[in-house]
């Protein structure tokens, strides 16, 4: 399977929709996402990043969006330069219930 954009493979962008979906579906029960769930992910997306043929740079942020709920936010550039200049080519968020 060749990466998409040359930077990450598609079956990587489909385990991340599901992963925020599911994470979706729990705030929307009320359920607050844990952080041993982000740790694990955030692990789980550099070690990705240190596999890629030809890198990305991924940044995370948690903390309060423009309506003061706690959201998680991933978002992956081409490189770390990019990250600087560049719209995010993927961005995955969702709410964290408190």
Do not use: C
């Not at 029960?29 to 991924?58: C, H, M, P, W």
């Not at 959201?71 to 490189?79: A, C, G, L, P, V």
């Amino acid at each position: 399977m060749t990466p998409l954009n040359g930077i990450m493979e598609p079956d990587f962008l489909e385990y991340l929709d599901k992963t925020f979906k599911r994470w979706q579906q729990l705030a929307d029960q009320g359920v607050t996402l844990g952080s041993r769930e982000i740790a694990k992910l955030t692990d789980t997306v550099y070690g990705a990043r240190l596999n890629a043929r030809y890198g990305f740079e991924a940044i995370t942020h948690r903390g309060p969006d423009e309506e003061g709920q706690e959201r998680f936010t991933i978002m992956f550039y081409r490189n770390r330069e990019a990250a600087e200049t560049e719209e995010p080519l993927y961005t995955f968020s969702t709410p964290i219930h408190r």
